[in-house]
Structure formats: C-alpha cells, structure tokens
C-alpha cells in the first residue's frame, strides 16, 4: 500500500457576497496513483453536504477538484507535507495574520502545558 497526499478543494456557496473555497489535504492509501486519484476524488464527493447554518442560511460545500497530488515516500519528523506560494496585495496584513496566529497558537500551547 502506498501512499499520497492529495489537495481537495470546495467551493463554499452562502449568503457571503464573496466567494469562498477551502482546500484540504487528505491522506490517500492505495496501491497505484491512478486508485489514489479515484480514491480522493470519490472523497470530495461524499463529503458534500448542504445544511443550514445557525442563522437558518442554507449553506452548500461542493466539492470542486483534486487541484494537487502527491506520492509519499516517507513520513518522518520534519518532513513537509504541504507548501504554497501565493502573492496578495495586502501582503504586509497577511503577514502580520500570521505572526498574530502563530503567537496565539504559542500562547494556547504554553498555557495548556503550564497547567
């Protein structure tokens, strides 16, 4: 058995005025890259769902397309799962998104291990 990590992506379809989408990065096991594909594929299917939010909005997640795949040779500490490049023009905000989010984090785990 071998395995992959495939790229799943979702359109996220509710009252929002702006699109949204989520990716996810799944763990396949199978035998061959093309069962693996079918495999990831056949994922994104059964986990679309409509349903109604707390407000009583209907909310769809369709799933989209497998947008990346990829072998796994090994799996051991250190090893990079998933990288993305991306450009955006409020890059300086998006920067300090994550400085902001990774100091949370820290702090949420530092918090749970002092106690």
């Known amino acids: 058995m071998k395995r992959y990590l495939a790229k799943l992506v979702f359109r996220i379809v509710n009252q929002s005025t702006q699109y949204q989408f989520e990716e996810q990065i799944r763990l396949i096991e199978a035998e061959s890259e093309p069962e693996a594909l079918n ?18 909005n209907a909310v769809s997640w369709k799933f989209l397309s497998v947008t990346g795949f990829y072998p796994i ?10 990288s993305r490049i991306f ?23 530092l918090n749970l291990t002092t106690h």
């Open 39 to 56: 495999l990831a594929i056949a994922i994104g299917r059964e986990v679309e769902e409509d349903f109604r939010d707390i407000h009583q």
């Open 73 to 82: 040779t090994e799996i051991k500490h250190g090893t990079e799962l998933y």
């Open 87 to 109: 450009e955006s023009k409020e890059g300086e905000l998006l920067e300090l998104d994550y400085l902001n989010y990774g100091k949370h984090l820290q702090s949420q785990y």
